[in-house]
């Protein structure tokens, strides 16, 4: 009893949940270690304009090197992290890796769009602006606007004014906003109707069978429409092939990101990568195709 005297006060000592806690705090000190040793890496996928196929930008997602089991994808370690110190930390990194890298392309003649994922604890820190203006003016070559911010909607949101608040706070930087995973929450309109985001992420479980799912098929067009009618940009997530970016091109949505465009990869990677997408007519050629 004495040795759980802290938290649970008012609990009999359980060894079993004792030690998923004890694992759990483990967890989290191994996952701070590997993100003081430089084991976290930035991999940038591709989001390309469907009208002419050129590439106007990148979404950063993180990836823990790991030096035994290899390169481990968020869901692995973020779920861990979730709610703890640590995540504030992990995504100021993130933001300072991300724009460092953006400026970096900047100066090799590549200007892209940054997407970076904020998790919803992070942003309703009292001080995420400030630190984010910090951020930004490390790299004054940067254009501000290059910045899109991509935000779940989820219940730590659950102040949606206060969030809204930080938003246009943010947005007077120049920042830009996306709500990511668009559609699968439960009160996406709420949260349309409230939170001033500059853009729509229709999720890719809408996407990727919306050729075959009607019922699907009917949530990327409505998702398009609401967009439209909000005056917000739409990008869709998850597309697979050639075939569903044409199909969002005709239903209007311009923007596209996913493995039937690229894999997200290492920084090192991209520029050789837009190259041979730039000598492509096949993406390039998609407003023929979806003419037709
Ligand atoms: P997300 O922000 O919705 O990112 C899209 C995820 O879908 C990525 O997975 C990406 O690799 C994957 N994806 C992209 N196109 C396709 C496709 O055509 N087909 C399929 N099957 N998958 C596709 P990833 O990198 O494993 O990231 C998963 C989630 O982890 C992200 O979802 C985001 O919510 C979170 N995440 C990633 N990096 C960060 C980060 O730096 N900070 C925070 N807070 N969250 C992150
Ligand atoms: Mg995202
Ligand atoms: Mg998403
Ligand atoms: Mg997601």
Known sequence: LAKNAGKNRFHLFDPESDRKAQQHRHYIDRVRLALEQGELVLHYQ?????????????EALVRWQHPEKGLLPPSEFLPHI???????????WVIRTALAQATQWLQDGLQL???????????????????????????????????????LETAAFEDINAAGA?????????????????????????Y???????????????VRHMLTDSEDRGIVESVIRLASAFNREVIAEGVETLDIGAALLG?????????GVAKPMPAAALAPWAA???????????????GE
């Open 276 to 290: 041979q997408w730039r000598q492509q007519a096949r993406w390039r050629d998609l407003a023929t195709i979806a």
């Open 251 to 259: 239903m209007g949505c311009h923007l596209a990101q996913g493995y």
């Open 192 to 206: 349309l109707r409230k939170l001033p985001v500059d853009t729509l992420k229709i999720d890719q479980s809408f």
């Open 166 to 190: 930080v938003l246009r706070r943010c947005q007077a930087l120049g920042v830009r906003f996306a709500l990511d995973d668009f559609g699968t929450g439960y009160s996406s309109l709420t």
């Open 113 to 151: 769009q940054m997407g970076v994922n904020i998790s919803a604890s992070h942003l309703v820190q009292v001080d995420f602006c400030d630190k984010l203006a910090a951020a930004l003016s490390v790299q004054p070559q940067l254009p501000p606007e290059s910045l899109e911010l991509e935000v």
């Open 46 to 58: 591709p989001k390309v304009d469907l009208r002419d196929g050129r590439l106007v930008g990148v």
């Open 82 to 92: 979730q709610g703890s110190n640590l995540e504030q930390p992990l995504g100021e």
